[in-house]
């Protein structure tokens, strides 16, 4: 009688610096304990480089100078280097003297090796019976730090405020929302502006997932195309801005949308029989990294990363 022993391999991920300065803690074994993954062992130590199977590079520290790659020390030949970000193509600048260097791209984009989503959907096990709340005190929010004029959120906001009140919040207004308050106050509305701040390839964020799902409210899209959110979405979960010619035809729309129950409760049918799973620390999508690598290409380099990310 014979025995197999499977050793599966335990895959360690090096960091090399965190995203914007935020640290996590790394003591003991995170993705497992917190996220149920297996042999996986993540660190920032950077001088445990030699030994580390894949190494993270966050774009935006080496894009500033704030952090270099190690391109003077040993790169050992079964070493995989990750380019990370989560930022659309418009705030990744300095790409070009990146290419080559990097294995593998980690990103929010549905065809990086490794598709790290804002948020996901997913199926529900038990049908809870979720009811549309429809007492609401406003019509539409939206909230806004960083607001631009010449952004196509912007004209689009501008216009449709002229036929329908929206409530705006966010430190461009003077009414910053504290991280307690801000889905409450979006769930006192019916509808909620998921406007991305660039329209980009599968750029999806925490507007829609957090802000608007989270919620409970009705978002309006504003970003990738229609077919986009229908793929990553809930069925019949959102109005897409790019459906109605004009910005009034939009506001009409809101109004019927409220107006008829039957129309309304569409919207949140989707809450019996799925629900939705944000993203937020950076250890669980680094912990990703191990669910996928057993799938993960080799022998990959990213000869023109500028224009992967570009395209
Ligand atoms: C943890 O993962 C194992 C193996 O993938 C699975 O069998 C188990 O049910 C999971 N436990 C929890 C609490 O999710
Ligand atoms: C970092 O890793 C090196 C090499 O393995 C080790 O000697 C050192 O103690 C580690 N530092 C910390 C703070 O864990
Ligand atoms: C790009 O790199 C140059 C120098 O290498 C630097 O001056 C510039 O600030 C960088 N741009 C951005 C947006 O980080
Ligand atoms: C509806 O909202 C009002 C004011 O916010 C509240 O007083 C009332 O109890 C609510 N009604 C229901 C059925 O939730
Ligand atoms: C990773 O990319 C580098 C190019 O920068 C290449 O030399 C190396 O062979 C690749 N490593 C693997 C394991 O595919």
Request: hydrophobic share 40%; aromatic share 14%; proline share 5%.
């Amino acid at each position: 009688m014979s025995y197999a022993v499977v050793f599966i391999k335990n895959i360690t991920i090096l960091l090399w610096h965190w995203p914007f300065g935020h640290s996590y803690r790394l003591s003991g074994d995170k993705c497992l304990t917190m996220f149920n993954i297996s042999h996986c062992s993540l660190t920032d130590n950077t001088s445990t480089f030699s030994t580390a199977d894949v190494v993270v590079f966050h774009h935006q520290e080496l894009s500033r100078g704030l952090s270099s790659l190690p391109l003077h020390l040993d790169r050992p030949a079964s070493q995989h280097w990750v380019w990370l970000s989560m930022e659309p193509p418009v705030n990744n600048a300095n790409l070009s003297r990146f290419n080559g260097l990097f294995n593998w791209t980690m990103s929010y984009r549905r065809d990086a090796d490794i598709f790290i989503p804002y948020g996901k959907t997913i199926m529900k096990r038990d049908d809870l019976g979720f009811q549309a709340v429809s007492n609401r005190s406003c019509l539409v929010s939206w909230v806004v730090s960083k607001y631009r004029p010449q952004q196509a959120r912007a004209g689009i906001y501008e216009s449709l405020k002229k036929y329908i009140p929206i409530e705006v919040y966010g430190k461009w207004n003077k009414k910053p929302l504290s991280d307690k308050k801000l889905l409450p106050t979006i769930a006192k509305c019916l509808f909620y502006l998921s406007f991305e701040n660039s329209e980009a390839k599968d750029y999806i964020t925490e507007k829609l997932w957090r802000n608007a799902f989270q919620a409970g409210v009705i978002p309006v899209v504003l970003g990738p195309s229609r077919a986009t959110y229908e793929a990553v979405a809930p069925p019949h979960s959102f109005i897409h801005v790019a459906d109605f010619k004009h910005t009034a035809d939009l506001a009409t729309y809101l109004k019927h949308v409220i107006a008829d129950r039957q129309t309304y409760e569409m919207y949140f049918k989707w809450h019996r029989t799925h629900r939705i799973k944000t993203y937020t620390d950076w250890r669980e999508r680094l912990c990703q990294i191990c669910v996928k690598y057993p799938n993960l290409p080799v022998n990959k380099v990213y000869q023109d990363l500028e224009r992967w990310v570009n395209n």
